[in-house]
């Protein structure tokens, strides 16, 4: 759900969903494009007056669309979330199940890259929404699964353990030094595979 969906009136508190006119959705959409570049480059710190200059907008529309950091982070690490969840589902009915698990875990490494540390803004907040680890969770667990279920994973791997060795891989790619993310990804399911 986004801005166009709920809107915050207090804390804890939302009003009903209101369509936003079609200027206003370019607005929002060309706002949410630019976070996602800034943070992308400079953290969940970057300028907001930064990221209203690349929307091509003033301060005034982006507060009237995010009125904190925090609601414009969340919209992109909803953006994030829905990206993670789209390109899962069509790997669900793969006859392969554990090379998409291997896609999946592919893409995951290059959506990190991209989103590192906004994951981590969020978490203090307490937000009322479904967390980002929460969808990587519940996602991996799914694809993980499926693969078992076939025998072409070992049964006593758990989608914590797979997440927090692609986390390692994130770390390295994000560590400055040359590695090959589909390379180690391979490495990882090459562990996870079941041998004759």
Not at 1 to 17: Q, S
Not at 41 to 66: C, M, W
Not at 121 to 132: C, H, I, M, N, V
Not at 174 to 184: A, E, I, T
Request: hydrophobic share 40%; charged share 25%; with cysteine.
């Amino acid at each position: 759900m986004n801005e166009a969906d709920v809107r915050r009136t207090a804390p804890g508190a939302v009003r009903p969903p209101r369509p936003m006119r079609a200027d206003a959705r370019r607005n929002y959409e060309r706002l949410l494009a630019a976070a996602t570049q800034s943070f992308s480059e400079n953290g969940a710190n970057a300028s907001l007056d930064d990221i209203a200059k690349r929307a091509e907008v003033g301060p005034g529309t982006l507060y009237r669309h995010f009125p904190t950091r925090q609601d414009l982070l969340e919209a992109v690490m909803e953006q994030w979330m829905e990206s993670v969840l789209t390109e899962a589902q069509p790997l669900r009915d793969s006859p392969d199940p554990a090379e998409a698990l291997a896609v999946w875990l592919r893409r995951l490494v290059a959506h990190v890259a991209v989103f590192r540390g906004l994951a981590a803004a969020l978490l203090p907040t307490g937000s009322p929404k479904e967390s980002p680890g929460k969808v990587l969770q519940s996602t991996a667990a799914d694809l993980l699964a499926r693969a078992q279920a076939g025998g072409r994973i070992r049964a006593d791997v758990t989608a914590t353990e797979v997440l927090m060795l692609i986390g390692g891989i994130t770390w390295a790619c994000d560590s400055g030094k040359q590695v090959d993310p589909d390379r180690l990804v391979d490495l990882v399911m090459d562990g996870l595979r079941t041998h004759p």
